[in-house]
């Protein structure tokens, strides 16, 4: 029997103040992923897009107008922001739970945080959370009315004021059987209008795998696990077309977890991306041991790798190692000097505050980030999230505060080398010293192009360090406590 499904999920750029400010948001693409396989087996659905509202009660509207059976809060799995847990957001999904259930809609809930808390979602009101990967098990769950069975694999539910989880379901493997998005049921001129308006270009989302077969111990994987399974070049080429000719989007994040695994599939999908005349540019996630090859990297320009990410964390080998992190200070080095002399840009993941980070921890990626000079940087601090080694490894130490509040927060969850307020302000040490290499870079190399006599030269140094040290001067704490 077809059911009248509301889909929406719980990440509010506006909520997050960091997130809204870089004016640079993606559509739920395993929302609207969701919401086609219900589709596709007959159901009327809709799409509450949570990501550019401003708050939870705006779906308020919609569940009087559409009049749902079901409200799925089916979050982004695909989307980092979502995987961290912020307790904004969880707080906007129990507000629209309990809107729900107010209006005697049931209530089907599936996310990393639900995954690893069922109990604060079905005590809220959630008739059932769907545990880890919930294509397959929303499917089976739509077939059967949408109500709670210990025959189905990969739920969570109440009974009698009783939590009872089932066992999880098996990892989809081919996920060319998966409907594509529903990209129709986003406004995406909403999403075009901010990224012109921001940057001057459209980017949109794709994922192309899921997973990732490396055992980082911080690195939590709810949803997909340890497991690596990729759609075939041809599905996700023939989304890009769809995007980039109806869309009008040039620019593409690849959220993949790892990109580029395989490269047999980076070259089909390059020979299949030229035969379509299509060139777009795309930003990616990577590891620094998986990008030390001339014909890897060869492959990933050829298809359009415009920027990536590379997972350094630490300049310290000694943090890498303890991280079972898999790859070395000079492999992160090496991986730039390729990258660069190709003409992408590379961009350093960093992480402070990792157990028994010392001073000299610290310095070593400092000078890591001053040697390689990437385009950008991400800092964060450890975060201990259930399911991990290294939440086994801290839980102990764990304070009261269990989640972040939003993606700015960066405090860290348990004690530490260091003081709470010292990570704060290394965080804004570490982004003022970037700026002032890059910008002491930039003038040199204006200098140089215009030879410019040594006295401007001289000059024009002893203004930028003067502003770097008015800058020092506003993170006294982490400047000092490093020298």
Not at 64 to 90: A, G, H, T, W
Not at 349 to 370: A, N, P, S, V
Request: with cysteine.
């Amino acid at each position: 029997m077809a059911a009248k499904i509301l889909f929406t999920h719980s990440y509010f750029y506006r909520l997050d103040k960091k997130q809204w400010q870089s004016q640079r948001p993606y559509p739920p693409y395993g929302t609207m992923l969701a919401a086609a396989n219900c589709r596709d087996l007959g159901h009327e659905v809709a799409l509450f897009d949570s990501g550019l509202q401003y708050g939870p009660e705006q779906i308020a509207p919609q569940l009087q107008e559409f009049q749902p059976d079901f409200l799925v809060i089916y979050d982004d799995s695909f989307n980092y922001l979502s995987k961290m847990c912020l307790s904004v957001m969880r707080d906007a999904a129990l507000q629209m739970i309990a809107m729900a259930k107010a209006q005697g809609v049931r209530v089907l809930v599936s996310s990393s945080d639900a995954t690893d808390h069922p109990e604060i979602y079905l005590q809220a009101g959630a008739n059932l959370v769907m545990l880890g990967e919930a294509d397959q098990t929303l499917r089976e769950l739509m077939q059967q009315g949408g109500h709670a069975s210990v025959d189905c694999l990969g739920i969570a539910y109440l009974e009698n004021g009783a939590l009872i989880s089932t066992p999880r379901r098996p990892v989809l493997q081919d996920l060319d059987s998966i409907p594509a998005p529903a990209w129709d049921l986003v406004t995406l001129d909403d999403y075009r209008d901010i990224w012109m308006r921001a940057h001057g270009y459209f980017s949109l989302n794709i994922a192309t795998t899921r997973g990732c077969p490396f055992k980082c111990n911080w690195c939590a994987k709810p949803i997909y696990g340890n497991r690596y399974h990729s759609r075939s070049p041809e599905k996700v080429v023939e989304e890009l077309s769809l995007l980039m000719i109806q869309y009008k989007a040039t620019h593409f994040w690849v959220s993949d977890d790892i990109f580029g695994l395989k490269p047999g599939w980076m070259d089909r999908f390059s020979e299949l991306l030229q035969e379509r005349q299509l060139q777009p540019k795309f930003k990616i996630q990577c590891r620094a041991d998986l990008l030390l090859k001339h014909s890897t990297v060869a492959s990933l320009v050829k298809a359009g790798l415009d920027e990536v990410w590379i997972g350094a964390e630490s300049g310290s080998q000694k943090i890498l190692d303890a991280m079972d992190k898999g790859i070395t200070v000079d492999q992160i080095h090496q991986a730039n000097t390729l990258l660069t002399s190709m003409g992408v840009k590379v961009c350093l993941f960093i992480q402070y505050g990792y157990l028994d980070e010392q001073k000299e921890d610290i310095l070593k990626t400092l000078e890591m980030i001053k040697a390689i000079d990437p385009h950008d940087i991400g800092i964060s601090v450890s975060y201990p999230l259930p399911g991990t080694g290294f939440y086994e490894k801290v839980k102990l130490l764990m304070q009261e505060k269990q989640n972040w509040q939003d993606s700015n927060d960066l405090e860290t969850l348990y004690s530490t080398q260091f003081s709470k307020a010292f990570y704060k302000q290394l965080h804004l040490y570490t982004h003022y010293c970037f700026k002032n290499w890059k910008s002491g870079k930039a003038i040199m190399r204006h200098l140089i192009k215009t030879k410019s006599p040594n006295q401007l030269a001289k000059q024009l140094l002893l203004f930028h360090h003067s502003l770097a040290h008015r800058c020092l001067s506003r993170i006294k704490l982490a400047y000092y406590q490093l020298q």
